[in-house]
Each structure stands twice: as C-alpha cells, then as structure tokens.
Nanobody, 128 residues
Framework: QVQLVESGGRLVQAGGSLRLSCAASGRTFGTYTMAWFRQAPGKEREFVASINPSGANTYYADSVKGRFTISRDNAKNTVYLQMNSLKPEDAAVFYC?????????????????????WGQGTQVTVSS
C-alpha cells in the first residue's frame, strides 16, 4: 500500500530551525513531483513548497521564500523541508503530498486537488 509518512514536527522557539521529513513507500517515488502544504487551525490548507522529480526545480510560497528549503533524496524515497527563521505564524500541521501523476510538472502547483496522495501530517508549533 502506498504511504507517505511525515516526521520531525515539534515545538520550537521563534527564530529557530526545524527539518521535516517525508518517507514514501510503495511507488516509484523518484518520478513524482512532491510538495509540502500546511494547515493552521481555522485556515485552509496552503501550499508551502514543491520539488520536481529530479530535484532540479523548486517552488515556494512567498511567505516562506528565503527561509524554507525543500529537497529530496530519491535513493531514500524521502523529501525534506528545512525551515529556518521560524515565526509564530508558521505554526501549523505540515503535510507531505505527491502529485497525482508522474513526470516533471511545470510551474508552481498550489492547488490541493492536484495532489493525489497525502501523509497524515506533523505538527509544528512555534513559541514567541
């Protein structure tokens, strides 16, 4: 069965750093665009970052550009999100997502409906 499992979320102080991981199983991970989304209480799930299958192209939400870095290790079937200079407004449940079809996807794909597989989420809390 195909699964995405996130890890790494925890409580961190504002200004701190955190690295999230998402491990994939059961599919040819290296052929899919992967993304991170987040959802804060009372808000819609929003795009954070995405990365194409080779890792050569990355896209970010304006709110995290310059602070967050998405990367992947296809040999380990894992995608990462390095988060630096965290702010209280970054607090949310972070979800890993796999695009609904394989292949490199042009541009920044921010709609949740375009992603066919989701992890269970990992909680990131940022204290001020």
């Amino acid at each position: 069965q195909v699964q995405l499992v996130e890890s790494g979320g925890r409580l961190v102080q504002a200004g701190g750093s955190l690295r999230l991981s998402c491990a994939a199983s059961g599919r040819t991970f290296g052929t899919y665009t992967m993304a991170w989304f987040r959802q804060a209480p009372g808000k819609e799930r929003e795009f954070v970052a995405s990365i194409n299958p080779s890792g050569a192209n990355t896209y970010y939400a304006d709110s995290v550009k310059g602070r967050f870095t998405i990367s992947r290790d296809n040999a380990k079937n894992t995608v990462y999100l390095q988060m630096n200079s965290l702010k209280p407004e970054d607090a949310a449940v972070f979800y890993c997502a796999m695009y609904f079809r394989p292949g490199s996807i042009e541009g920044r794909r921010v709609r949740t409906i375009e992603y066919g597989l989701w992890g269970q989420g990992t909680q990131v809390t940022v204290s001020s």
